[in-house]
């Protein structure tokens, strides 16, 4: 039996995340750790398969890599910014080692809540989007109960 989530929490479910991220396995990683978790995923190679997939729904929260071929993930959070999709929440990841005042920068856009280096540190990354997105966080059990 579902029990409703406690006022003001999400249930996961319920919400969609756009991984954006041009590395075939690293995206498959990122979708099957937030599938996991119980978010419904889409994913995009770069940012411009990024674009065509905001619609019909725009995502909850947006998993970014900053370097991808063709359009990066810098270029399509600055164009992003001029959207109605503006204000859809960004976490960006990068393998890529920038200096602190690039991260500084970076973070200072509007939508931008976080901003990781691979390999990724998971636990980090899903208390920050649960947070964001007011989420509730699966029980280790219901998160290792096998796909029905």
Known sequence: MDEDPPS??????????LIVDDEPDIRLLIEHVLQKEGFKTVCAVDGNDAFEKLEPRA??????DLMMPG?????FLRQLQGTQHA?????????RDLDSTTVAV??????????????FQWPLILNAIHG???????????????EA
Do not use: M, W
């Open 59 to 64: 995502p909850d929260l947006i998993f970014l």
């Open 8 to 17: 003001g929490l999400r249930d996961p479910a319920d919400v969609v995340v």
């Open 71 to 75: 359009q990066s993930g810098y270029e």
């Open 87 to 95: 204000r859809v929440p960004v976490v960006i990841a990068t393998a």
């Open 132 to 146: 964001r997105l007011h989420t509730l966080r699966p029980s280790p059990r219901q998160r290792d109960r096998p």
């Open 106 to 119: 970076i973070l200072q856009e509007a939508n931008v809540i976080e901003f990781f280096t691979k390999p």
